[in-house]
């Protein structure tokens, strides 16, 4: 545990929380900040697209998962190993060049697909609390 453990009424201290799209930029400072309130985190999520990347460069202490989280089989062996109590779902196209040259639509179809089994995995497996971003 940590000294800020008890912050936000110490909800997130001793938690198991997974957050899918830990590598990205918001997601990696989702994890720093998490296990800073005492949370055990797990991540999901595909490669950095860029070298060097926030991620690898704060080393956290973690357990880092690296796949496509459109694959059901994938995120049922994340969920099994983190077990959360607490899931936020980060992952996503996150950049707006990639989405017009991919087509109209495919940066929604993108969000709302990797999100699916993410939550179906989530709902049967009792986690307490799915967010998505």
């Known amino acids: 545990m ?3 453990a008890g912050e936000f009424g ?3 201290g001793g ?4 957050v899918t799209g830990h590598t990205g930029f918001k997601g990696s400072w989702l994890c720093l900040w998490l296990q800073t309130l005492g949370a055990k985190v797990s991540g999901l999520a595909l490669p950095p697209a860029t070298q060097p990347d926030h991620f690898d460069l704060l080393k956290l202490p973690m357990d880092d ?11 049922r062996d994340a969920f099994a190993a983190a077990r959360p109590a607490i899931v936020f779902h980060m992952a996503a196209q996150p950049l707006v060049r990639a989405s017009l ?3 109209p639509g495919s940066f929604g179809q993108a969000s709302l697909r990797s999100m699916m089994p993410s939550l179906s995995v989530s709902t049967r497996g009792g986690s307490g609390l799915a967010i998505g971003a």
Do not use: E
């Open 2 to 4: 940590t000294q800020f």
């Open 10 to 12: 110490g909800v997130f």
């Open 15 to 18: 938690k198991n929380v997974l």
């Open 65 to 75: 998962r690296r796949g496509d989280i459109r694959d059901a089989a994938l995120v």
């Open 101 to 103: 040259v991919a087509g």
